[in-house]
C-alpha cells in the first residue's frame, strides 16, 4: 500500500459545474474528519469525500445522487493503493446538468488529478525490538543498527550491559535478529515491542 505524502490540489470546470479536488495524508479517521472539515470548500453544497485509514472506509456523495461522487473517489483512492488518505471534492453547481455519469466522471477525474498532484510514498511497516547485549558487543549492536538503517531509540545502560530499542522494516526484522545472535554469538536477548 502507499500513502499520500503532502496536500495536492486539482480544479476543473466542467459545463459551467466547478470542481475542486484537494486530498492528504490522514493516519486515522479523526484526522480524515479533520482534513474534510478543514479542506472543503466554504459555502459550497456538495462537500464529497473518501477515504481509507486502515480498516475505516468512508465515503459521502453529499446529497448527489447515489454512487456518483464519493464511490468514485474512492476507486481513486484505491486506483493509487492508497492507504491513509482522505480525498475531498467540492463542486459548485453551474446551472447544467451532468447526468450520473457525468458526475461520477467528473469527481473521479478531479480526485485522481489532485491525488497526481500529491506525493505519494510506499507505506513501510516497521516494528520496534528491544535489543539486549554485554558490554563487549555494545558497538557490534550500534553497527548493525547503522548498517541496516534501523533508527535508534531509548538507549540505558545497566550492570548487564546495554539495553537499546530500535525500529526497523517488518521484513528486515527476522534477519536482523540473527545476524546480531550471530556477531554476539548467542549472548544478545531480543523481544518485539508491541
Known amino acids: 500500500m502507499n500513502r499520500i505524502t503532502r496536500v495536492g ?26 482534513f474534510i472539515a478543514e479542506h472543503g470548500a466554504p459555502g459550497c453544497r456538495h462537500v464529497c ?26 476507486a481513486a483512492l484505491d486506483h493509487w493503493e492508497l492507504d491513509r488518505s482522505v480525498v475531498v471534492v467540492s463542486r459548485f453547481f453551474g446551472g447544467v446538468k451532468l447526468g450520473t455519469g457525468g458526475l461520477a466522471r467528473a469527481y473521479g477525474g478531479t480526485a485522481m488529478e489532485s491525488i497526481a498532484d500529491a506525493g505519494i510514498e510506499p507505506i513501510i511497516e516497521t516494528v520496534m525490538l528491544e535489543c539486549r547485549v554485554p558490554f563487549d558487543s555494545a558497538g557490534e549492536l550500534h553497527l548493525l543498527a547503522e ?21 526497523i522494516d517488518r521484513d528486515a526484522a527476522d534477519a536482523f535478529v540473527e545476524e546480531l545472535t550471530a556477531v554476539t554469538r548467542g549472548e544478545s536477548a531480543v523481544d518485539k515491542q508491541g
Open 9 to 34: 490540489r486539482y480544479e476543473q470546470t466542467i459545463r459551467n459545474s466547478r470542481f475542486i479536488g484537494v486530498c492528504g495524508p490522514a493516519d486515522d479517521e479523526a484526522a480524515a474528519r479533520a
Open 49 to 74: 469525500f473518501a477515504y481509507r485509514c486502515g480498516e475505516t472506509v468512508r465515503f459521502d456523495d453529499a446529497g448527489e445522487p447515489g454512487g456518483t461522487a464519493g464511490r468514485p473517489m474512492l
Open 147 to 167: 548498517r541496516t538503517g534501523a533508527s535508534k531509540h531509548d538507549e540505558h545502560w545497566d550492570e548487564n550491559g546495554l539495553r537499546l530499542v530500535v525500529e
